[in-house]
């Protein structure tokens, strides 16, 4: 698990026990990301708001909390749909939205492909794997 995912976490319990204190960390995380000199930032501030909004709501806040959460997810979904990627962690951040929309499989959605995923599956997770690595620098090169 790495640090967005950690984050995601995080104020997923944030959102289940302090569901104010979940929508201000959620802000001031989309923020910090979104003003980042990083060519594609307004798409990752969308995508790590978007693995937090996939927690939230698979902690199961109340109802209140959960039709709030479902809503901003369904406009992060539409945002990121609509902004063009302009490097290969903005594009992983798209082909994350196609796998949220494609896995029926909950598990699957949250934590990749498993043992008995079928290669459309797999392939899909490898893509968004190779898109992120896009923007790593090889081996020798210097940054």
């Not at 003003?35 to 698979?58: F, I, N, Q, T, Y």
């Not at 063009?84 to 951040?93: C, D, E, F, I, S």
């Amino acid at each position: 698990m790495d640090g967005p995912e950690l984050i995601a976490r995080d104020l997923a319990l944030l959102a289940t026990t302090n569901p104010e204190a979940f929508w201000s960390a959620l802000h001031e995380l989309h923020d910090a990301l979104a003003k980042g000199a990083h060519p594609d930032a307004e798409l990752l501030a969308l995508g790590a708001e978007l693995r937090a909004l996939c927690e939230a709501v698979h902690a199961g806040p109340a109802d209140a909390a959960l039709e709030q959460a479902d809503a901003r997810l369904a406009a992060v979904e539409e945002l990121i749909a609509t902004v063009a990627p302009l490097t290969g962690a903005g594009l992983a951040v798209k082909l994350r939205l196609v796998w949220l929309w494609w896995v029926d499989d909950c598990a699957e959605s949250r934590h990749g492909p498993g043992e008995g995923s079928d290669d459309r599956t797999r392939l899909l997770w490898r893509l968004i794997a190779e898109a992120e690595a896009l923007d790593r620098p090889s081996a020798g090169e210097a940054r």
